[in-house]
């Protein structure tokens, strides 16, 4: 499920509303390394297969914020702007990992519409709580509070 805006108040009044979830993915070794290459965290958590078997864990898991930057990933399924001139993505306010992401592991994306106001540069700005959920896991891996701004 997919909410799409047309305009700035469609945004506005829709704070409080879930907008939907995305389709799982899987988290791959190969994923997890690139990761680990791209920002020089070879934890061995994360990319020796071996000795995370035998760690608290069980098998090698995500990096935080590989899990984070899933975001990015997630959002476009789950909210739509359309009619707008730019989109920047603006940060987060919160940030939290309350699971670990094991390898095979599914993971989706659900977000919540929790806040949003007009800009004083004519944009409007949107909080999204997205939580990434791990499939068969009570625990979400990332509860993250992302913020958008969107000009018309």
């Known amino acids: 499920m997919t909410t799409t805006f047309n305009n700035a108040q469609g945004i506005l009044d829709a ?87 094991k390898v095979g592991a599914r993971i989706r994306g659900k977000g919540t519409l929790v806040e949003a106001e007009q800009t004083k540069d004519g944009g409007v700005q949107m909080v999204v709580r997205v939580t990434i959920e791990i499939k068969g896991e009570e625990r979400p891996a990332c509860i993250a509070d992302t913020i958008s701004r969107f000009y018309f």
Request: hydrophobic share 40%.
């Open 15 to 101: 704070v409080g509303q879930e907008l939907g979830t995305s389709d799982w993915l899987m988290m791959e070794q190969s994923r997890i390394n690139q990761f680990a290459d791209a920002t020089g965290d070879h934890q061995w958590i994360h990319v020796d297969e071996d000795k995370a078997a035998k760690g608290p864990f069980g098998a090698c898991i995500a990096h935080g914020y590989l899990t984070l930057s899933l975001c990015s990933y997630f959002l476009p399924s789950i909210v739509l702007v359309e009619n707008m001139k730019m989109g920047v993505n603006y940060g987060c306010n919160k940030v939290r990992f309350t699971n670990a992401v």
